[in-house]
């Protein structure tokens, strides 16, 4: 076994707290079982205690030690999509409340990554992990941003470069009849009703404490950030340039690109494909983040149904600043 993932399970088997790559965000894991270890993650992270964690799991039958009544449709969806970026909210089983917030349902992925999988078929656990971020920022799509981020506070930061998907997972109560998308993520409603064969319901208002990723201002940069559509971008811009604002343009289109020729701004093109958007967006936040500008401008991507999960993060970290 490498040893890198050998010294991550000795510590996870101690109690400690390994940051660890996934196919979405690096996640900050501690082994499920031990309410001690997941009260660390809940410090490190500055989270509060009734925010449930998602168990991370290495095999699809594990479900059934964490979660009780697992649905034939719960087995349909983990045969279809796991590994992969979909989070299932079940009914709890003897997965510790400390983990579920105090409620009595918990969420199960397992994540596609080479590194997050080895970890947890080594580990044989499940493993509690939320984004390796502090609590309401931009969760980390490289280990690099969690070094940054969380430093000596963690005991091990596995590598495994960019994460390929950048946003976090679509979780889906199936607590709920039908259904509930609590977040979007790069699995869409259309892919899960295709395997669900009726309609989801998708939170429209997310204001449901039950996931924090849902509360309106979270994935927050420190900078001010102003979603603007193409047609009033101009506006926008001079706007800020006449109260004397350094501004960073995030634009994704044509037009969008020409006004960020605009004297006074920067420049930060995006790609105009909704993953590829997906997969560079917190990066991009970060990196703007440390450049000491008074605002960025985001170019509002379209509104289509691929751009879900692009406009949702984009809406909670430009939560109050939106125009
Ligand atoms: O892609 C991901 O899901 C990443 C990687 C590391 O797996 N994890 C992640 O974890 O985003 P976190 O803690 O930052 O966000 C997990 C979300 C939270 O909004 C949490 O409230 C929700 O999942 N969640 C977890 N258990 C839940 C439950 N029992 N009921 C409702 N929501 C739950
Ligand atoms: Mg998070």
């Known amino acids: 076994m490498d040893l890198k993932i050998q010294q991550a399970v000795a510590l996870l088997d101690s109690g400690g707290v390994v940051a660890f790559p996934t196919e979405t965000v690096y996640g900050l894991g501690a082994d499920a079982s031990n309410p001690e270890a997941v009260r660390r993650i809940f410090a490190i992270k500055g989270r509060p205690a009734n925010h449930p964690l998602i168990v991370h799991i290495g095999e699809a039958r594990h479900m059934h030690e ?21 989070t299932l909210i079940l009914r709890r089983g003897r997965a510790p409340l400390e983990v579920t917030g105090g409620q009595d349902s918990v969420g199960l992925r397992m994540p596609d990554h080479p590194v997050a999988l080895a970890l947890l078929r080594a580990f044989g ?9 502090r609590f309401g920022r931009v969760s980390p799509t490289r280990a690099e941003h969690v070094l940054e981020e969380l430093g000596e506070t963690v005991d091990l930061i596995l590598q495994g470069g960019d994460c390929r998907v950048g946003l976090e997972s ?38 449901d404490v039950r996931a924090p990723g849902t509360l309106e201002s979270h994935y927050a940069p420190d900078t001010r950030l102003l979603v603007c559509p193409t047609a009033t971008l101009e506006n926008s811009l001079d706007a800020c340039l006449a109260q004397g604002f350094r501004v960073a343009l995030m634009c994704c289109s044509a037009a969008g690109g020409t006004l960020s020729r605009h004297p006074g701004v920067q420049p930060q093109p995006m790609p105009n494909d909704a993953s590829a958007y997906g997969q560079a967006l917190y990066a991009t936040l970060r990196a703007l983040d440390m450049q ?32």
């Open 170 to 207: 679509t979780i889906l109560s199936l607590i709920d009849d039908p259904p509930v998308l609590l977040r979007p993520g790069a699995i869409s409603p259309a892919e899960l009703e295709a395997v669900i064969g009726k309609p989801i319901a998708c939170l429209a208002q997310p204001t």
């Open 125 to 133: 656990g499940g493993v509690a992990a939320p984004s390796a971020n």
């Open 292 to 323: 000491g500008f008074d605002v960025i401008v985001v170019e509002a991507p379209p509104r289509d149904e691929a751009w879900r999960a692009v406009n949702d993060r984009l809406g909670r970290a430009s939560h109050g600043s939106r125009q």
């Open 66 to 86: 964490w979660a009780r009544e697992v649905s034939p449709l719960a087995e349909r969806l983990a045969a279809r999509f796991w590994p992969g970026p979909l």
